[in-house]
């Protein structure tokens, strides 16, 4: 009796463990990919820290280049998004080595370097301009509220932080408000035109 009640445990054991097994091979694992759309559907809903988390969880799963840009381009919005922006940049640079034509991510990356601490603002400058000029209409794809006006107004900001007054000028008096004039060669003018960048950057936010 005692022998055949231990076979039957033994059986059922074996039947537990098979059916465990059998289970598991049938768990499904979220992919790199998946991460990243994750990713992008919280970072549109404004939940930037969960956002962040997917896009990380999906580099450190990442088999190929095209999901290891894809994770570092999300992040690099994601800490972007929560005032990162060392960390942002670090991001941007490592998805444009793998997708070097990606207008999405060189704004990103511009947007970066003139966020403090970073105050990078020639690199800010010329990486602006790469994308408007491959791309004089661009828009985020995930976020439509930013685009090439913002990139402009950073334009502005850029070179009046590099007192290229002329050039902020410019961007002004193109992009913002056509009847603006100052003489900038003066301190009133030069004056002026800061409290002018700033009523340009209160609106669009």
């Given at each position: 009796?005692?022998?055949?009640?231990?076979?039957?445990?033994?059986?059922?054991?074996?039947?537990?463990?098979?059916?465990?097994?059998?289970?598991?091979?049938g768990v499904k694992k979220?992919?790199?990919?998946?991460?990243?759309?994750?990713?992008?559907?919280?970072?549109?809903?404004?939940?930037?820290?969960?956002?962040?988390?997917?896009?990380?969880?999906?580099?450190?799963?990442?088999?190929?280049?095209?999901?290891?840009?894809?994770?570092?381009?999300?992040?690099?919005?994601?800490?972007?998004?929560?005032?990162?922006?060392?960390?942002?940049?670090?991001?941007?640079?490592?998805?444009?080595?793998?997708?070097?034509?990606?207008?999405?991510?060189?704004?990103?990356?511009?947007?970066?370097?003139?966020?403090?601490?970073?105050?990078?603002?020639?690199?800010?400058?010329?990486?602006?301009?790469?994308?408007?000029?491959?791309?004089?209409?661009?828009?985020?794809?995930?976020?439509?509220?930013?685009?090439?006006?913002?990139?402009?107004?950073?334009?502005?900001?850029?070179?009046?932080?590099?007192?290229?007054?002329?050039?902020?000028?410019?961007?002004?008096?193109?992009?913002?408000?056509?009847?603006?004039?100052?003489?900038?060669?003066?301190?009133?003018?030069?004056?002026?035109?800061?409290?002018?960048?700033?009523?340009?950057?209160?609106?669009?936010?």
């Open positions: 009796m005692q022998k055949r009640l231990f076979l039957l445990m033994v059986i059922l054991t074996g039947t537990l463990l098979f059916c465990l097994s059998c289970e598991k091979k979220i992919t790199a990919s998946e991460l990243i759309q994750q990713g992008w559907l919280k970072f549109e809903a404004g939940n930037f820290a969960g956002a962040e988390s997917d896009f990380s969880a999906a580099l450190s799963i990442s088999t190929n280049a095209t999901d290891s840009s894809g994770a570092f381009h999300g992040l690099g919005w994601a800490q972007l998004r929560q005032n990162q922006g060392g960390l942002a940049e670090n991001s941007f640079v490592k998805h444009l080595s793998l997708s070097p034509g990606s207008n999405d991510g060189r704004a990103g990356l511009a947007f970066a370097c003139y966020t403090p601490p970073q105050n990078k603002f020639r690199e800010a400058i010329d990486t602006a301009n790469v994308v408007l000029s491959s791309d004089p209409t661009w828009v985020f794809r995930h976020d439509a509220s930013i685009d090439s006006t913002d990139l402009h107004l950073l334009l502005a900001q850029c070179y009046y932080n590099s007192a290229i007054f002329d050039s902020s000028l410019m961007q002004v008096i193109n992009y913002y408000d056509s009847n603006f004039w100052q003489d900038v060669s003066t301190s009133a003018g030069k004056d002026t035109l800061g409290m002018k960048i700033q009523e340009w950057g209160s609106e669009i936010m």
